[in-house]
């Protein structure tokens, strides 16, 4: 079964600390995005990506790094740099403009 | 530029009752627009869509109606049940992405 994987489901990291999440998909969809929502909010997007080894800053991309090396993956890296970065993360693929999105089940980040 | 309005929750309602949840956008064009819901703890998953004007996207006895006239794609259902409890977000695609409303907790009583 085709599905997007983000791993791990729970994190837990000391404040000062650079944590990357993981985020997999067998879909062979082009385009991958990352996502943000903080208690009862809405979704904030980070940062996305349409391309292998392109990728472009969304709403709120300081503090956070991605790469895209491969079609499958595109992991996010959490710096220190970001102020307050305990949220979930939710990471999205799409075929394509006007498609739709899948998602992955998501990531609890906890910096304590 | 583009951007979805969706009414503010919560959205409490007793099991069998009517929903509606009011969605409205601003868009250049004719973007696709969607229904995703979220389970606690979960990613959002697709409920529904429409692509053109006068389509109805349907799935799980939700239904909503793209309404180029009035610019809504309003989200119903005929008789709710526990189960839906959840948060449902609009969305409508935009140029190399998809601007999501702010979503809409709902909470069904036994």
């Known amino acids: 079964d085709g599905g997007i994987t983000q791993s791990p489901k729970y994190l837990f990291r000391k404040e000062g600390q650079n944590v990357t999440l993981s985020c997999e998909q067998n879909l062979n969809h082009d385009a991958m995005y990352w996502y943000r929502q903080d208690p009862g909010q809405g979704l904030r997007l980070i940062y996305y990506?349409?391309?292998?080894?392109?990728?472009q800053k969304g709403d709120i991309a300081e503090g956070y790094s991605v790469s895209r090396e491969k079609k499958e993956s595109f992991p996010l890296t959490v710096t220190s740099a970001q102020k307050n970065p305990t949220a979930f993360y939710l990471c999205?693929?799409?075929?394509?403009?006007?498609?739709?999105?899948?998602f992955g089940s998501g990531t609890r980040l906890t910096v304590v | 530029g583009n951007s979805v309005t969706q009414m503010e929750g919560p959205v409490t309602l007793s099991e069998e009752a009517f929903l509606t949840i009011n969605c409205t956008y601003t868009a250049t064009g004719y973007p696709s627009l969607f229904w995703y819901v979220q389970y606690p703890g979960e990613g959002l998953q697709l409920l529904l869509k429409?692509?053109?004007?006068?389509d109805k996207g349907s799935n799980k006895g939700f239904e909503a109606t793209y309404r180029k006239e009035t610019t809504s794609f309003h989200l119903e259902k005929g008789s709710v049940q526990v189960s839906d409890s959840a948060v449902y977000f609009c969305?409508?695609?935009?140029?190399?992405?998809?601007?999501f409303g702010s979503g809409t907790r709902l909470s069904i009583r036994p």
């Open positions: 969305a409508l695609s935009g140029a190399s992405k998809i601007i």
């Open positions: 999205a693929s799409s075929i394509g403009e006007g498609y739709g999105y899948t």
């Open positions: 429409a692509t053109k004007a006068d």
């Open positions: 990506s349409q391309i292998v080894n392109d990728f």
